[in-house]
């Protein structure tokens, strides 16, 4: 083999090389923009759900225009099934208790940031009018 012919080698392993980890670095950055949107969704069909809750009158298992009765152990139970404790999206549970006019859902993403420590966090406050979700991390 020539020394032409080798210095192509050479040059065409290095590009593939440079393409693979490319292409790892735009997955996992997707993979984090996924994650971070799929637990805003999650946060906010909970969100909605906790809206239900505070509409419905007590008679009919609700809160009766009140957050209250959304406490940090049962919060979650009470909105949503169990596959919304923990799923492949990541982790959600009532941050804050529920007042009369206030609750605050959070969410942990699954995914790993790039500092390779921290997970996606959001902080949902729900009123009677609506909900903003706030990211932490």
């Not at 009140?66 to 941050?95: H, M, P, R």
């Amino acid at each position: 083999m020539g020394q032409q012919q080798l210095i192509l080698v050479i040059l065409g392993v290095i590009i593939v090389g440079i393409a693979i980890a490319v292409g790892t670095i735009l997955f996992k950055d997707n993979a984090i923009d996924q994650n971070r949107s799929q637990v805003r969704a999650d946060l906010g069909t909970l969100a909605q759900r906790a809206r239900q809750y505070y509409l419905r009158p007590q008679y009919l298992g609700g809160g009766g225009r009140s957050f209250a009765g959304l406490t940090k152990e049962t919060g979650i139970a009470v909105l949503a099934s169990s596959a919304y404790t923990n799923n492949k999206n990541g982790a959600y549970s009532v941050k804050t208790a529920g007042t009369a006019t206030e609750l605050v859902l959070f969410g942990r993403g699954s995914w790993m940031l790039d500092d390779g420590v921290n997970y996606p966090e959001y902080e949902c406050t729900v009123t009677a009018t609506g909900y903003t979700i706030e990211q932490i991390k």
